[in-house]
């Protein structure tokens, strides 16, 4: 079975009625069985695959098990998935039986102990909160274990990330635009402003993809966008992508200070490669800011880039520190669930859909480079060097284990 016929594929699945069931092909020989379960994780709202995608999958003769109530949060009913022709169950451990677990925040321990030897599991791996328990369980289950974060796509990129800088980045603006409101007791600024009126100013610390997509939504809103970055090049790539100049420059402390002093909002879209984000803005800076401004923290997941900033959650998202407002919840893309869960599934289907194709996981990542990227535990071998180092837990390359057909 291939996957001939994708795009008229997923026609059908938007042009027919919801009320329709699904006309389900026979299974191929090399049909795999997806399990979507229902997260656990505190305020985790998103879902590993659409009703959409997982008719995608079954019309390609695979099989897609949702534990009842998975897509609640993002506004994906059972019956949605049941109508794409899932089976819905209630036992999270049949769920937990399927060749693959498609899931979006990383396992707990009790989710590891319901995982069969020698399965696969696709999740992020959230490695601050990573635990020593965690990664032995998964290692003696004898399953693979892929991540989010470190899956390349073919232009190089980590699309996974991309996807949720692109969300992260377009949300902080319009947060921030809540929170200068009155009825959020904001200082009742309108960002952007109108006619005969000076338009608030956006101040946004980064220039990666949180950093562009933070700033394309702030112009729109008519705000007077200022950006800081130390690499030119970044600062550079943003200018032609925009195709309009705007205030940009590297990050020199005075040069900063005297912008965030007139800043109504500041974006920290500052992200390290690995470890810890470097601290931009000192505590006194704050101080230096005017009262009633908004800090949106989207680096808060690699510690923040705000001496000021403490990590905060959807149902008390915000402090006020100084006079000036903090917005610190790690989990950004968890506000917009649906459009997070769509990004999601446009690039796990396909994914899914080829490690059919190729007979099985071990096949496709042997050909596969980039999803090999993203591979920390190999049947049972430990192939990540920072989770080596971190735990003292000795690993193998990935390449060898494949080469040597373990």
Same mark, same amino acid.
């Given at each position: ?99 693959? +677990? ?58 996974? +990330? ?74 550079r790539r943003l200018q032609n992508d925009l195709g309009q100049r705007i205030y940009t420059s590297i990050m ?17 879209? +500052? ?6 984000? &470097? ?18 923290d989207v680096s808060i997941d690699q510690g923040g880039c705000f001496e000021t900033s403490e990590v905060t ?31 999601? &599934? ?22 596969r480079d980039g999803v090999r990227r993203g591979v920390y535990i190999y049947k049972g071998n430990l192939t ?23």
């Open positions: 079975m291939t996957k001939s016929g994708f795009y008229e594929i997923a026609k059908q699945a938007v042009l027919s009625p919801e009320e329709a069931p699904v006309m389900v092909k026979k299974k191929a020989n090399n049909a795999i069985r997806i399990g979507i379960p229902k997260e656990t994780s505190f305020q985790e709202t998103r879902v590993g695959l659409t009703p959409q995608a997982a008719n995608l999958l079954i019309s390609n003769g695979h099989e897609v098990i949702v534990e009842a109530g998975a897509g609640r949060e993002a506004k994906f009913y059972d019956d949605d998935y049941k109508n794409c022709g899932a089976k819905i169950t209630y036992s999270k451990e049949e769920v937990y039986k399927t060749d693959i +677990i498609m899931k979006v925040s990383f396992p707990s321990m009790e989710e590891i102990a319901m995982i069969e030897e020698g399965k696969t599991i696709i999740s992020a791996l959230h490695l601050p909160m990573l635990q020593d328990a965690q990664i032995r369980l998964l290692m003696k289950k004898k399953v693979t274990s892929i991540c989010f974060e470190y899956l390349k796509d073919e232009s190089d990129i980590y699309p996974v +990330i991309q996807a949720m800088s692109e969300i992260a980045g377009s949300t902080s603006i319009l947060v921030a635009a809540e929170y200068l409101s009155n009825i959020n007791h904001g200082k009742g600024v309108m960002l952007g402003g109108i006619s005969g009126i000076p338009p608030s100013e956006v101040l946004i610390l980064g220039a990666g993809t949180v950093g562009q997509f933070a700033t394309r939504a702030a112009l729109g809103l008519g705000a007077e966008v200022k950006v800081f970055d130390n690499s030119l090049y970044k600062l020199h402390p005075n040069i900063l200070l005297k912008c965030l002093k007139s800043a109504d909002v500041v974006i920290g879209a +500052i992200r390290a490669i690995e470890g810890r984000t &470097s601290m931009i803005v000192s505590e006194e800076m704050v101080m230096e800011m005017k009262a009633g401004s908004v800090i949106v959650n959807h149902t008390h998202p915000i402090f006020e520190k100084h006079g000036v407002i903090h917005y610190c919840v790690p989990n950004i893309a968890s506000r917009v669930a649906r459009t997070a869960s769509y990004a999601l &599934s446009n690039i796990f289907a396909p994914i899914l859909l080829d490690i059919g194709e190729y007979g099985g996981i071990k096949n496709y990542l042997w050909d990540n060097k920072h989770i080596s180092e971190r735990f003292n837990i000795a690993y193998k390359e990935i390449d060898l284990l494949i080469a040597a057909h373990i």
